[in-house]
Nanobody, 115 residues
Framework: QVQLVESGGGLVQAGGSLRLSCAASGRTFSSSAMGWFRQAPGKERELVATINWIGNSRIYADSVKGRFTISRDNAKNTMYLQMNSLKPEDTAVYYC????????WGQGTQVTVSS
């Protein structure tokens, strides 16, 4: 069974950058589309970026387009989210999963952006 472990979150000032990582166990990662989700306090979890299995097609939510970049390294079973020009409204717990959330959720990684 695939397990997901997110890391790389932290506290950053507005305008700063962070790079999140998602390490996946199991053989199916390299053949699966993947995505990054986030959940802010009191809000529903939302999908902010997706990447196809080979890594040459990406889709972003309007709220992060032009600031976030999703990528993956199938040889390392790892996916990344480079977040630049961070805003306080990006504060949330960030999770990785398939776009349809077919894998059990990991613990996520907290991102806090101060103004």
């Amino acid at each position: 069974q695939v397990q997901l472990v997110e890391s790389g979150g932290g506290l950053v000032q507005a305008g700063g950058s962070l790079r999140l990582s998602c390490a996946a166990s199991g053989r199916t990662f390299s053949s699966s589309a993947m995505g990054w989700f986030r959940q802010a306090p009191g809000k529903e979890r939302e999908l902010v970026a997706t990447i196809n299995w080979i890594g040459n097609s990406r889709i972003y939510a309007d709220s992060v387009k032009g600031r976030f970049t999703i990528s993956r390294d199938n040889a390392k079973n790892t996916m990344y989210l480079q977040m630049n020009s961070l805003k306080p409204e990006d504060t949330a717990v960030y999770y990785c999963n398939t776009p349809r959330a077919t894998i059990s959720w990991g613990q996520g990684t907290q991102v806090t952006v101060s103004s």
